[in-house]
Structure formats: C-alpha cells, structure tokens
C-alpha cells in the first residue's frame, strides 16, 4: 500500500463546475496535511493545508479532513481553465517528512 | 522577499559522471529538504537538512548525499550517475522540522545520457 495514494486522472471538469479531489494516506499517526498545485514543466505550489478535522476553506478552494477515514479531499469551487494542473496531495506523518501523492491530472474545459 | 532559489535550471550529464545541485532557502527559513520527482509522478522525499545535518532521508542509495552550511544554504551531490536518475530535482524550505508547510524552488532538470 502507497503511503499516500491519489486517483492520478485525468480528471475533466466543465467551467464553472466544481472539481473534487481526493487522497488517502496509510500512516494514522499524519498530523498535516497539504494541496500544491504543479504547472507543466513548473515546481509545486503550496494552495492549502490543513491540519485538524473538518473544512478549511480559503477563497474558491476548501480542504477537508477526516483522520478516521484517512482521507483528505480539495474542492475547487467555480473551476476556471487557469485551475488547469496536476494537484499534489502531501501528507506529514509521525517520521516528519513530507510525502506526496503521484498527483491528479485536472482539465477545465471552457 | 527572495524565495527558495535552485541553480543550474537545467544540466545535462554522461552517465558515471558526478554532479551537484545547488539550493538557497526562502528568507527565515532554515530547514532544506530535497526531492526528486520523475516524469508523470509525485516528487519522492531524498533528504532534510537542519542545523547542518542531515534528518532524514528516503529511500535513496548513498550515491545520493548533501550537505548544508551555516547560511543554510544546500547542496546535493549525485555520484556515478545512472540514466534512472534523469528527473526534476526539487528543494524544498520550511521553518524548523515541525509541521510548516514547504516551499519549493523551480527546480533543476537533470538529464544524464
């Protein structure tokens, strides 16, 4: 099992649509929890983190948490084609080091 | 505010050669971690570096080494270098070894032929 598993895509959503991402992680012991967004050809960027249960929005974007399900999601509100990028899920567990998903693919069609 | 910065941007290299990445840490920040990431995947954890010594490291053989300096700026070495090692190498800051986020550089692509 991946330590920290994500549906690699390519997920397609229509503009203005919302998009759902999801991620799970293997390590209970995780305490953070972080969404970086990845141009082509491009380093990650930090978009949010999160770190207890529940919502975390912030502008368009809403991170949620659920440490009994392992499961951490993204939700991009009112899509627009610039949110076009692969969505890295990360996750710290009790070792401290960060580790990352493969990646979700997403594509705003216009 | 001068973010995290990598040089070379891009390198090219023959197999069994040796290289080094270069890497200097977002202002205030004092902690440098190091990843690779392949084509199509997620970057994969190689090493942190605090207090000039090495925290942690991921499943990397020890023809991968670093080393940080008293202005917390980084290095990666790579030695006999394998075609396998052709990626995007990326350093990555955050402030202490705690739960701060990382902030990462824009990388170097190596490419060993």
């Known amino acids: 099992q991946k330590e920290v598993e994500q549906n690699s895509g390519p997920l397609s959503v229509p503009e203005g649509a919302i998009a759902s991402l999801n991620c799970t992680y293997s390590?209970?012991?995780?305490?953070?929890f972080f969404w970086y967004r990845q141009y082509s050809g491009k380093s990650p960027e930090l978009i949010m983190s999160?770190?207890?249960?529940g919502d975390k929005e912030d502008g368009r974007f809403t991170a949620q948490l659920n440490k009994a399900s392992q499961y951490v999601s993204l939700l991009i509100r009112d899509s627009q084609p610039s949110d076009s990028a692969t969505y890295l899920c990360?996750?710290?567990?009790?070792?401290?080091?960060?580790?990352f998903g493969q990646g979700t693919r997403l594509t705003i069609n216009p | 505010d001068a973010g995290v910065t990598q040089s070379p941007t891009h390198l090219i290299k023959t197999r069994g050669q040796q290289v080094t990445l270069r890497c200097s840490p977002k202002?205030?920040?004092?902690?440098v971690s190091w990843y690779q990431q392949a084509l199509g995947q997620g970057p994969q954890f190689i090493f942190q570096y605090y207090e000039e010594e090495e925290r942690q490291r991921g499943n990397f053989p020890d023809r991968f080494s670093g080393h940080q300096f008293p202005n917390y700026s980084s290095e990666l070495n790579v030695n006999a270098l394998l075609l396998g090692d052709s990626a995007l190498y990326l350093c990555?800051?955050?402030?202490?070894?705690?739960?701060?986020?990382?902030?990462f550089g824009n990388g170097t692509r190596l490419t060993v032929t």
């Open positions: 202002s205030g920040h004092d902690t």
């Open positions: 990360a996750v710290r567990g009790g070792a401290q080091k960060l580790v």
């Open positions: 390590d209970r012991g995780s305490q953070s």
């Open positions: 999160i770190y207890s249960n």
């Open positions: 990555a800051s955050s402030k202490g070894v705690g739960n701060s986020p990382l902030h």
